[in-house]
């Protein structure tokens, strides 16, 4: 069924373990991850980036299609679909009428207050629907779609201001910027696991790890049991599924059937989403 991430995060938590957020870029993204999730018998959260929802075809076509496919699928496991990075509150005000049952309010380039004021607006409209909220603080650097952060503009969260805005908001879960980054890492990630310790001592919501293309498992597992219950990936399906086409259209220069090429794309989806779901620990929890 199509829930919010309330419950999936919470119980998540308590069990150690993690939920992915699999950004959706189209209809085999969609199909690939639904798959994933009910043959893992895993939660699972469909990220919509602004950007993607409009290569969709908007909110209300994403809402149609994701529906669609889990009725002829015979979903069973719970799913969110749910807005990335939400830019504004009347983007998020937008989805939630769409059909979202959830959105990330990402107020992080505002002042504290105004980031506050802003999540608190949002939350309350959604909380009113059974919409679960996310919100973060602190920068995440690269590159996702029209949301491009340089490094020198990355920042870390600061306990003290997230604990203050969980408080002051009531969100779902809480996404502190500690060195991850969207897109491929330049070396090793260095995650800032001291702060993400001090945020979870702070605080009972769960935590998101953004940009989780390419955090070795080591990290994975030791930000889980500093709180983290969501974690995000987008770019290692795009990097499997182009890596998928590529091969296909190679391998054979006629081949023109979308289905020829985008098939593969799709399995090499479904099977990366899958080994994230064993790694994450959510396969067999729904
Ligand atoms: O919000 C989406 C994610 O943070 C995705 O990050 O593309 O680096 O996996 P990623
Ligand atoms: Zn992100």
């Known amino acids: ?18 939920v992915g957020q699999f950004n959706l870029n189209n ?23 602004e950007g993607a929802a409009r290569y969709m075809g908007g909110f209300k076509a994403v809402v149609a299609m994701v529906k669609g496919l ?18 504004s509150f009347e983007k998020c005000v937008e989805a939630i009428h769409a059909g979202f049952t959830s959105v990330m309010i990402d107020g992080s380039h505002y002042p504290l207050e105004e980031n506050i004021a802003l999540t608190k607006k949002v939350v309350e409209v959604a909380h009113t629907l059974g919409v679960s909220v996310e919100a973060e603080l602190g920068r995440i650097g ?28 009531n969100v ?29 001592t702070l ?6 790890l953004h940009g989780g293309t390419g955090i070795p498992t080591k990290d994975i597992k030791k930000a889980i049991s500093f709180g983290t219950a969501k974690i995000n990936v987008n770019t290692e399906n795009q990097i499997t599924s182009a890596a998928a086409v590529r091969k296909a259209l190679e391998e054979d220069p006629n081949m023109v059937d979308p289905r020829k090429y985008l098939g593969p794309a799709r399995e090499a989806i479904k099977q990366t989403v899958i080994g994230k779901m064993r790694e994450f620990g959510s396969s067999n929890q729904a």
């Not at 060195?179 to 800032?192: C, F, M, R, T």
Request: charged share 25%.
């Open 1 to 18: 069924p199509l829930v919010s991430m309330k419950e999936m995060l919470i119980t998540a938590k308590e069990k150690s373990y993690g």
């Open 27 to 49: 209809l085999e993204f969609t199909q690939a991850i639904l798959q994933a999730a009910e043959e893992e018998k895993s939660p699972v959260i469909l990220g919509v980036s």
């Open 70 to 87: 889990m009725e002829e699928y015979g979903t069973t496991v719970p799913v969110a679909i749910h807005l990335d990075h939400g830019s």
């Open 142 to 169: 690269g590159q996702e779609d029209d949301l491009i952060v340089d490094d020198a503009d990355a920042a870390y969260a600061i306990p003290s201001e997230c604990d203050q805005l969980i408080r002051e908001t």
């Open 172 to 200: 779902d879960c809480f996404a502190p910027a500690l060195g991850s980054v969207h897109g491929p890492y330049k070396g090793e990630p260095n995650l800032g696991f001291d702060r993400m310790e001090e945020i979870s």
């Open 203 to 208: 605080t009972d919501v769960p935590l998101v």
